[in-house]
């Protein structure tokens, strides 16, 4: 596999986390610089340690880990969608901390049901000629750089959706989780 293919594999990779990013963000109310790095710290980390994960296991046993994955990434994101879509509809009663803070559990969700994928992948290149520490350096680094861009980006889409914002970010998760559930059963 070209350093160019490793390239490409690693920015499609981060294209969910990316979405899910941009709708974890819009909770934020001032999502700056330290907290869009944060976030892309966790989930570049997850993406890239995944792959990891998936190669060692592909060398022991690939059937399993290609069987379930995407019915693990498929309920992880629904969950934490209809989570989102949940707390949309919860009176405001001022509180600002609801709508400013992130839990931590919730994010290293949310990057584990976008990473998945990525374990898959990792099992795949378990049988290629590949150097599997590159493909995951890669991995992480442009899910880390995916991430923060979307984080920060999501301030201004959350400003343009308003308090809907939320409920719209819990559809995005949900649509990925489905969108990997299908891409899955399609090529099966």
Same mark, same amino acid.
């Given at each position: ?9 690693? *920015?499609?990779?981060? $294209?969910?986390? *990316?979405?899910?990013? %941009? ?22 980390? !997850? ?16 059937? *399993? ?10 309920? #992880? ?36 049901? $976008?990473? #998945? ?16 520490? %590159?493909?995951? %350096? ?5 899910? *880390?750089?995916?991430? $923060? !861009? ?5 301030? $201004?889409?959350?400003? %343009? ?28």
């Amino acid at each position: 596999m070209t350093i160019t293919a490793l390239i490409l594999l690693a *920015f499609a990779m981060s $294209t969910d986390a *990316f979405a899910a990013s %941009l709708t974890r963000g819009t909770g934020l109310t001032a999502p700056r610089l330290p907290k869009a790095l944060k976030m892309g710290l966790i989930f570049g980390c !997850i993406e890239g340690l995944t792959p990891l994960i998936g190669w060692g296991l592909g060398r022991a046993a690939s059937g *399993f880990i290609q069987a379930w994955d995407h019915w693990v990434a498929f309920a #992880l994101l629904v969950g934490i969608g209809l989570h989102s879509i949940v707390a949309s509809y919860a009176d405001d009663d001022g509180d600002e901390t609801q709508v400013t803070t992130q839990p931590l559990f919730a994010t290293v969700l949310v990057a584990i049901g $976008t990473s #998945l994928d990525a374990m898959a992948v990792g099992v795949s290149l378990a049988f290629l000629d590949v150097n599997i520490v %590159l493909a995951a %350096l890669l991995i992480g680094l442009a899910t *880390f750089s995916m991430v $923060t !861009i979307g984080a920060l980006l999501s301030r $201004t889409i959350g400003t %343009l959706l308003g308090h809907r914002a939320e409920f719209i970010g819990g559809l995005v998760l949900i649509s990925v989780g489905c969108w990997i559930l299908y891409s899955h059963l399609q090529a099966g």
